[in-house]
């Protein structure tokens, strides 16, 4: 366990245990998107914009990581989909934890749809990951989510932490799951999932002022910080929005003064 808190401190803020996560896996299950072209760019970016670490797949790494003067974590993801495929919500395993070392990867991530019907398969596979996890001294990061023919509302408060916990409970050193729209809600999500949690950023908003209030009320709910992708990534200014979410996060600004200080 030593080793995993060793890792786990160059993609968390040692001072306030919180981390600004920018996704970058979407090149397999959406194809080369916006974003995630000039790569080497993308990682500058946002590493100069303050972000604790990225998460890629094994391919894109000598492509785009650690490029500039500012350092920033490496996540390897382990597990992959296809939006064209027959079932998108069925993730397989690409990658293993002895990979991730062999890049020099700080930690790990998998991600789990709770209710599809390739759920028993994701739940063992992240057994094994995190088996192997502990281990290797790795971090591992889960993406949790209810997604699948018995989910009728994927945002479901009740889902949403059901799928959390179980995260938790299979070994995750952060559980990053969608935010549930209000504070109070999402306060319970944090208090049932026990291991700290990190919100996905969603579909891409159209308003700066949305992203960055959902921030700021996970943080007041007593969330740990972010996993944003496209919000970022896809950003007209890349650099700025990273910088606002992490004054957010690692700094405990307003919406207003992030915004002021980063966007206007």
Request: hydrophobic residues 40%.
């Amino acid at each position: 366990m030593f080793g995993k808190s060793v890792r786990i401190e160059r993609i968390m803020d040692r001072n306030t245990g919180n981390c600004v996560i920018v996704p970058m896996d979407h090149g397999i299950s959406a194809g080369p998107i916006e974003g995630l072209i000039d790569m080497k760019k993308t990682v500058d970016d946002v590493a100069n914009g303050g972000a604790t670490a990225v998460v890629m797949h094994k391919g894109l790494i000598r492509y785009s990581h650690r490029t500039s003067g500012h350092d920033i974590g490496l996540i390897l993801h382990l597990s992959a989909s296809t939006d064209i495929g027959v079932n998108k919500n069925s993730k397989v395993l690409v990658a293993t934890v002895e990979e991730a070392l062999k890049v020099g990867a700080d930690a790990v991530s998998v991600h789990i749809n709770v209710g599809a019907e390739t759920e028993p398969e994701m739940l063992a596979d992240l057994g094994q990951v995190s088996k192997e996890c502990n281990e290797w001294g790795m971090p591992l990061l889960v993406m949790a989510y209810p997604r699948g023919p018995t989910i009728k509302d994927s945002y479901d408060p009740a889902a949403v932490a059901h799928a959390a916990r179980v995260a938790t409970e299979l070994g995750a050193d952060i559980v990053k799951c969608s935010y549930t729209g209000d504070i109070d809600s999402f306060r319970e999500i944090v208090k049932g999932t026990l291991a700290p949690v990190v919100i996905a950023g969603g579909p891409k908003m159209n308003s700066d002022d949305d992203i960055l209030q959902m921030v700021y009320d996970s943080i007041q709910a007593g969330g740990h910080g972010v996993s944003i992708g496209r919000n970022v990534f896809q950003h007209r200014n890349v650099e700025g929005m990273t910088r606002a979410i992490s004054d957010i996060v690692l700094r405990g600004y307003t919406v207003e003064e992030a915004k002021k200080d980063n966007l206007s």
